[in-house]
């Protein structure tokens, strides 16, 4: 468990050095890597994870060292993953993401090469470098894909979490020898509980549940978890369809759910097919679909761009595009503009901060 080596941002890091504290940063992201480091190598028993607070107020939560360590084992089990390969870490290490990848390495013993996060965190390690194992955001698989392909064939497996993939960005990874497989997962799961292979030819529409986990449905349609590492089953707010006992598909927020005039709009079917029509239209801004008040629906489907206010022409042609794609219920009543979202520490989309911008 104990055997990996450790490098980070260039500078290789004994196991001594580490547990004894004598070791210098120059960067918070080594601080973090190290501080973790040094807690896991010392026996420490009880840790605090922070969520993201993407969906709600972010909060701390407590797991045990073993909690973690079965998280860790049941993804080693489902990816292969084996002593002495090598793990690049370039998500940040005081998230549970970062956190859990320094896990998984102390526990089956992989090399460790942890470099600053960033958009393309291959132009920081030795371009011959072999990696077995990362972890990456949607953000940087996407700067990676357009810039260096080839570099990601260097990689055995790599995994995908912290926001939806795009079905252009999916279209993108097709060619790719790398396994890549999207997350499903959060704090309160200790990272993924299922894995949606991407590429190859087992890419999948649904999710997979890792060894260990049992899946259902609550009466709203939500997914409920139960694993052998969480002290009673989770039920989370997540919208799905579930295939059979170990797959499901993600459908949607049941908290973002509008209801516009008696009739239930799910903003997530509608962002996928946005997606597309943006794609098409070479209009790469971010955006999300939220519902505001209205006196006569009760809620209005609204779409809000990170951008500046559209012009005349494109404006007409989205809204066109719009109206032969979507619903009529879908459709938006409104769009809004607004140059920069608000956003969680992690670099996810803040909901309820950037919807709070807006006047109601």
């Given at each position: 468990?104990n055997?990996?080596n450790?490098?980070i941002?260039g ?5 001594d050095?580490i547990?004894?504290?004598?070791f210098?940063t120059t960067?918070a992201?080594e ?7 040094h ?7 009880q840790?605090t ?8 107020t ?12 079965a998280?860790?084992s ?8 084996k002593?002495?390969d ?6 940040d290490?005081k998230?549970?993401?970062g ?16 470099t600053e996060?960033?958009s393309?965190?291959?132009t920081?390690i030795?371009?011959?470098q072999?990696?077995?194992?990362t972890a ?5 698989l996407?700067?990676?894909v ?10 055995r ?8 993939i ?12 790398c396994?890549?497989y ?5 704090t309160?799961t200790l990272s ?19 060894p ?8 709203r349609?939500c997914?409920?978890i ?5 002290d009673?089953s989770?039920?989370?707010n997540?919208?799905?369809?579930i295939?059979?006992?170990n797959?499901?598909?993600w459908?949607g927020?049941?908290d973002?759910i ?7 709009v799910?903003?997530?079917k ?11 239209n ?10 505001f008040?209205d006196?006569s629906?009760?809620q ?5 761009i ?9 404006m007409?042609?989205?809204?066109s595009?719009m ?9 938006p009543?409104?769009?809004?503009f ?5 956003q969680?520490?992690?670099g996810?989309?803040n ?9 109601v």
């Amino acid at each position: 468990m104990n055997k990996s080596n450790v490098v980070i941002n260039g500078k290789r890091f004994t196991r001594d050095q580490i547990i004894s504290n004598s070791f210098d940063t120059t960067t918070a992201f080594e601080r973090s890597t190290l501080v973790f480091c040094h807690d896991w190598l010392t026996g420490k028993k009880q840790f605090t994870l922070q969520t993201s607070g993407s969906t709600g107020t972010p909060k701390e939560i407590n797991f045990s060292r073993d909690q973690m360590i079965a998280s860790a084992s049941m993804t080693q089990a489902a990816l292969n993953l084996k002593e002495d390969d090598t793990a690049l870490i370039c998500l940040d290490t005081k998230y549970i993401a970062g956190q859990m990848m320094l896990v998984r390495s102390f526990v089956v013993g992989m090399n460790i090469i942890a470099t600053e996060p960033s958009s393309n965190p291959f132009t920081s390690i030795e371009i011959t470098q072999k990696i077995d194992f990362t972890a990456l955001v949607p953000y940087q698989l996407q700067n990676i894909v357009s810039t260096n392909p080839e570099l990601l064939n260097k990689v055995r497996v790599a995994i995908i979490g912290g926001a939806p993939i795009d079905s252009s960005l999916k279209n993108k990874l097709r060619g790719l020898e790398c396994e890549i497989y999207a997350t499903y997962g959060m704090t309160e799961t200790l990272s993924h509980i299922g894995l949606m292979k991407l590429n190859g030819k087992n890419a999948s529409d649904y999710f997979s549940v890792l060894p260990g986990v049992r899946i259902d449905n609550d009466d709203r349609g939500c997914l409920v978890i139960k694993t052998n590492f969480l002290d009673k089953s989770l039920i989370t707010n997540d919208l799905v369809d579930i295939r059979d006992s170990n797959q499901f598909k993600w459908l949607g927020r049941w908290d973002n759910i509008i209801n516009s005039g008696g009739v239930k709009v799910m903003p997530e079917k509608i962002e996928r097919q946005l997606e597309e029509i943006f794609q098409a239209n070479g209009i790469t801004n971010r955006f999300f679909i939220t519902g505001f008040p209205d006196s006569s629906l009760g809620q209005k489907v609204c779409l809000l761009i990170e951008s500046p206010p559209f012009d005349e022409g494109a404006m007409h042609q989205l809204q066109s595009e719009m109206r032969a794609e979507l619903s009529k219920y879908e459709v938006p009543k409104e769009i809004k503009f607004l140059d920069r979202f608000e956003q969680t520490e992690s670099g996810k989309i803040n909901r309820p901060k950037t919807i709070n911008l807006f006047p109601v």
